[in-house]
């Protein structure tokens, strides 16, 4: 390992503690690739599952391989919807779905989780709905705290998401958060989960390599 992955691996250490305490149930992996066997070992074959936009899920290969053994799990796919109508009907069921995976845009080092979203309906199934959201993180995203989080989103994760998604927000442009008001914004709803009210609910599985935005 490098130094810099010993470190995480130390300070997932601290964090696991933290979000232990708080009803998580958290775990360290020192690659995507283990990360992707310690999902698979929590997602009951048989289940239903559903999803949020994530760049580090399609990192880890995650939704590939929910994708290509549908003989074991049946999968909502957001990307098939045609109309806002058909996203809606998705975003529903996805809400009764037995696991919701995720990222998640930050967590600090005491253990909280921080997102900011568009829609709403990646952090709206976390907080409520479905029997358990499996979210995979890089240590890339430690913030010492809730305001540096929320510094760190806006700074360097909503910028290149506009990118990613081909929105012309100013952000977009300049790299660096305009404060707009534009009905393109990603960056309408803010959620800080503290705790879980229900263990073995939110499973929280961080890597020791830099994924996602």
């Given at each position: 390992?490098?130094p ?8 997932a ?7 232990e ?11 995507k690739e ?8 929590i997602?009951?074959?048989g289940?239903?599952i559903?999803?949020?936009g994530?760049a ?11 994708k290509n053994?549908?003989e074991?799990?049946?999968f ?13 009907q998705?975003?529903a ?8 995976l995720?990222s998640?845009n ?12 568009g ?8 907080c409520y709905g479905p029997?358990h959201v ?5 240590m ?6 809730v305001?540096?989080a ?5 700074q360097?994760?909503c910028p290149?998401?506009c990118?990613r ?12 958060c305009?404060?707009?008001?534009s009905?393109?914004?990603i960056c309408?709803?803010f959620?800080t989960?503290?705790?879980s009210?229900y ?8 890597v ?6």
């Amino acid at each position: 390992m490098t130094p810099k992955q010993e470190a995480w691996a130390i300070q997932a250490g601290h964090v696991i503690k933290q979000m232990e305490r708080r009803h998580f149930n958290a775990y360290y992996c020192s690659t995507k690739e283990e990360a992707l066997t310690k999902a698979l070992s929590i997602i009951e074959k048989g289940s239903v599952i559903a999803s949020g936009g994530s760049a580090t899920l399609g990192e880890v290969g995650l939704l590939d391989y929910i994708k290509n053994h549908s003989e074991d799990y049946t999968f909502i796919d957001r990307s098939i919807a045609k109309t806002e109508d058909e996203k809606r009907q998705i975003h529903a069921k996805a809400i009764l779905s037995d696991y919701y995976l995720m990222s998640t845009n930050a967590f600090t080092i005491d253990g909280q989780l921080v997102n900011i979203d568009g829609n709403g309906n990646r952090v709206s199934a976390l907080c409520y709905g479905p029997k358990h959201v499996v979210i995979i993180t890089g240590m890339n995203k430690l913030v010492p705290s809730v305001d540096a989080a929320y510094k760190r989103i806006r700074q360097d994760a909503c910028p290149p998401n506009c990118v990613r998604l081909g929105l012309t927000n100013p952000c977009s442009k300049t790299g660096i958060c305009g404060e707009c008001m534009s009905t393109s914004s990603i960056c309408d709803l803010f959620v800080t989960t503290r705790m879980s009210r229900y263990p073995d609910r939110i499973h929280v599985i961080m890597v020791g390599e830099e994924l996602g935005y």
